[in-house]
């Protein structure tokens, strides 16, 4: 555990996430955080995926960050396939075990089958459903959050049947400790810790088993639902929202901050239709069908976005002056809000890496998830993230396929007897040596292959694949050849390139030959890396067959060179 600790700590310090997602603004009744429409969104700037490899992110369709430092995480892969690391806090990995792992462990019980919604409690205490509508859970059950009828911790996922059998689940939703799910007829099930009156039963008894949340409830459809730590709320097909239990704050909007022990509806927001809603800790969020933004509840932080810290009992409008809101977002386990606008603008506001906002500002982030990796405390995730994998490519995937093409090529090298496929316009655009070449030397008439015979294979097809990717992968010692092409076509970007590989794969036995390579391409930065380096292992770079072999007016110049440093006091 503390090794594991010790990791994410590392990780969350030491690194800045570049982000590239875009996120398409949601359709009616867009779920909470439980749910989310298919975005395209990196899951590597949570930290705790810093600790997996390119491939293994690859694979990843749906995933989730929770826990109270956002040091656990589940995700579902490609093939529908379960994975869990973390911590495992209270079992919450749900492995059978409660050993903390950084490896992915995959949970058999749950292969195959189709996770829709997912959500997390802070307990904490897992709810996931299928496909196939059915529930399950695991972790924290000390107030029988995971339906089962007892309070034993749940260490592996178990079937939610009790009052579900006949029922299709399509969404989930966990506060603190207890449990919500709405099944595909709108009926709203809740159970666990009931102190304050959140599974809406009348009572502050806590409920073993689902039950269903009646009182106004009873002939209304629902279409969302969401849990804020200690109370809950709902949104039926009309627009109308409803919410029960704790209310200290006044985060269930009803103008007083009286608990509630069954579904209150929000009768200042009467004469809207609410398309979203979301909670934080103690506050709520809900956008309506017109692109208008309420916040009420507690405000300790200004995760209301009013300008100040005042608790609101009622909804208030916010970012009145905003263009159209299309996506609001906020979970139970942090204080922070976010909102994005039709034109795509991302805003955050509340607890932001320890500050308080109180007004809603402007990021320079495409998609509201990544408020929460970047800035929230915990960096969790609002909602389960739907990873958008499809077979469309940038324009800078496109060229690096392409490259060394042949049914695509209107041009061949041809170095050392092998041939490299390229594309003419590319190289003019790439690269000026070649724009030149063409402009001046080539007709439609001239034979179609250009022989090389100065420079390697190896070095000359790492030279056309930079043109396509920006990217050389070459051994130090071919980084010379090409260091030697790039200062032939003054490809400045290149050499620097080179230098850098050079630097990074110099050894004691390549050294000299490294340092005679500097100096006869005039690079001079890399000239005075090579020389220190062999200053600093002189005896071992001396003994080296590449030392003895050396050029006798370079060898000499070294010699001076290194004596006037200090080299042979001794």
Known sequence: TQCFDFALKFFSSSLWFEVHPSNPPPSPHTQTHTHSRSIMVDVAKWPIFSLMGPQ?????????????????????????????????????????????????????????????SLSYGSGPHILLATE?????????????????????????????????????????ACGSHHS???????????????????????????????????????NKVAVSIICGQTSSLAVVDNGEVYGWGYNGNGQLGLGNNGNQLTPCRVLALQGLCVQQIVSGYAHTLALTDEGLLYAWGANTYGQLGTGNKNNQLSPVQIMTEKERIVEIAACHSTHTSAAKTQSGQVYMWGQCRGQSIVLPHLTHFTCTDDVFACFATPSVMWRLLYMEHD?????????????????????????????????????????????????SHWNEDMKEVIEIDQFSYPVYRSFLEFLYTDNVELPPEDAIGLLDLATSYCENRLKRLCQHIIKRGITVENAFSLLSAAVRYDAEDLEEFCFKFCINHLTEVTQTAAFWQIDGNLLKDFICRASRCGAFKN
């Open 391 to 439: 077979d469309f490519l940038t324009v800078a995937q496109a060229l690096k396929k392409e490259f060394d093409n042949p049914e695509t090529a209107d041009l061949r090298f041809c170095v050392d007897g092998k041939y490299i496929y390229v594309h003419k316009a590319v190289l003019k655009i790439r690269c000026e040596h070649f724009r030149s070449m063409f402009q």
């Open 180 to 218: 919500m799910a709405l099944t595909d007829s709108g009926e709203v099930y809740a159970w666990g810790y009931n102190n304050c009156g959140q599974v809406g039963s009348g009572s502050t008894a806590n409920q073993p088993t689902p039950r269903r949340v009646s009182s106004c409830l009873q």
């Open 132 to 172: 196939d509508g059915e529930l399950f859970a695991w972790g924290h059950n000390g107030y029988s959050q995971l339906g089962n009828g007892t309070t034993n911790q749940g260490a592996a996922p178990v079937l939610v049947s009790s009052n579900l059998l006949d029922k299709k689940v399509t969404e989930v």
């Open 56 to 116: 293994e992110l690859a694979v990843i369709r749906k995933a989730c960050v929770f826990g109270t430092s956002a040091n656990e995480a589940i995700y579902i892969t490609s093939d529908d396939e379960v994975y869990v690391f973390g911590l495992n806090c209270s079992n919450c990995l749900g492995t059978g075990d409660s050993q903390s792992t950084i490896v992915p462990k995959k949970l058999d019980f749950l292969s195959g089958r189709k996770v829709v």
